[in-house]
């Protein structure tokens, strides 16, 4: 079982930069892909990044690649999404997810065991 808390969303003007932090529960943190996914009002949940059990492999969506950052500490039980150049297409609930079946993670929801509660992000202009 791991129970997943995000933090880091508000309020930023375009261009400007948030950092997300995802705390995991739990010891064994490191047996689990994480990923990142949003959802914005009348969307479906979307795909943004995702980093194997160990940080060795990354994967972005096409949407925000050279914009955002994924990181993971297994020692903190953490998992980061650092985001700049930030757009008003970015506005949306942001989620952190944990799968054990995948090591290297997915990009559809479907395939994640442990969801956080979200945090929101907005991007005004």
């Known amino acids: 079982q791991v129970q997943l808390v995000e933090s880091g969303g508000g309020l930023v003007q375009v261009g400007g930069s948030l950092r997300l932090s995802c705390a995991a529960s739990?010891?064994?943190?490191?047996?689990?892909?994480m990923g990142w996914f949003r959802q914005a009002p009348g969307k479906e949940r979307e795909f943004v990044s995702r980093?194997?059990?160990?940080?060795?492999?990354?994967a972005y969506a096409d949407s925000v690649k050279g914009r955002f950052t994924i990181s993971r500490d297994n020692a903190k039980n953490t998992v980061s999404l650092q985001m700049n150049s930030l757009k008003p297409e970015d506005t949306a609930v942001y989620y952190c997810?944990?799968?054990?079946?995948?090591?290297?993670?997915?990009?559809?929801?479907?395939?994640?065991?442990?969801w956080g509660q979200g945090t929101q992000v907005t991007v005004s202009s």
């Open positions: 997810a944990a799968t054990s079946t995948f090591y290297f993670g997915s990009s559809y929801p479907r395939d994640y065991d442990y």
């Open positions: 739990g010891r064994t943190f490191s047996s689990y892909a």
């Open positions: 980093i194997d059990r160990s940080g060795g492999r990354i």
